[in-house]
């Protein structure tokens, strides 16, 4: 992850850009440290900032109305209809015979959910080779593809919405209950980090303000992370509300401490 630094989050971000020879609206800002004055030089702390290309603003709403578009298709018909539509040839059968995916064991349901993420890839314009991790938690599909951007979308935007049907895909196929993430490049571990600040800070404004704060739509391992991370604090509580893909978290105050 290429980090830039400065006196302040704009020095640095100009520094950033510099070297990148890209302007501001061609590259997604993260901010890491906002740096610190400190006090007749003692204490002095550099802001740091990230900062990578990303698809045109173009190429990127495009791609975002198409994969809504899939989404959209799948809340209006059911994802039933829309899991048969993504069947593929058994290798067993004879030429052309289609097999539904549905009630598939746990082996035969990740390689169906391989083929149907290397579709949408494919239909994105951004076709991926998908590569399997297992962890003790989740199914991990990691798309590897020549163009990241596309796949990963403005703010993630696209990656979730097939983070979204990847998750309702394999509870209808899969006859067991399956967790799997979809991971682009690093970008879930790069999701992380910023999602644990994002935790603290939100937790810093909840006690400060004692209001609760509602956060932006997440998939649901997110949301665990946030609830996780902040579980152990005494005086602040979590829960999510709305409905998948739009379902949210709220980080509130505990009432017997304000």
Avoid at 2 to 24: C, M, S
Avoid at 144 to 166: C, R, S, W
Avoid at 187 to 199: D, F, G, M, T, V
Avoid at 211 to 217: A, D, T, W
């Amino acid at each position: 992850m290429p980090v830039y630094e400065g006196n302040t989050i704009e020095e640095a971000t100009a520094n950033g850009l510099r070297v990148l020879q890209l302007k501001k609206d061609a590259v997604e800002i993260t901010i890491l440290s906002e740096g610190k004055k400190g006090f007749l030089g003692f204490g002095k702390k550099a802001a740091q900032v990230s900062i990578e290309p990303t698809v045109s603003e173009q190429v990127s709403e495009a791609v975002e109305e198409t994969i809504e578009d899939i989404v959209a298709v799948d809340e209006e018909i059911g994802m039933k209809e829309a899991v048969k539509q993504a069947v593929v040839s058994d290798s067993t059968s004879t030429a052309g015979q289609e097999k539904s995916l549905e009630e598939l064991t746990d082996e035969e349901a990740i390689t169906e959910l391989a083929l149907y993420l290397t579709t949408i890839s494919k239909e994105l314009n951004a076709p991926a080779l998908v590569r399997l991790e297992r962890t003790a938690d989740n199914m991990i599909f990691h798309l590897d593809t020549e163009k990241p951007g596309i796949l990963i979308g403005k703010h993630g935007k696209v990656l979730n919405a097939m983070q979204y049907l990847a998750q309702v895909f394999i509870h209808r196929a899969a006859a067991n209950k399956l967790s799997v993430v979809v991971n682009v490049g690093d970008y879930r571990e790069k999701r992380q980090a910023i999602l644990k600040r994002l935790a603290e800070r939100t937790a810093e404004k909840v006690k400060r303000t004692g209001q609760p704060v509602f956060l932006e739509p997440m998939p649901a391992f997110e949301r665990k992370q946030i609830h996780f991370t902040l579980s152990k604090d005494e005086y602040i509580k979590t829960h999510s509300e709305g409905d998948e893909p739009y379902r949210y978290l709220v980080v509130e105050p505990v009432k017997k401490y304000y």
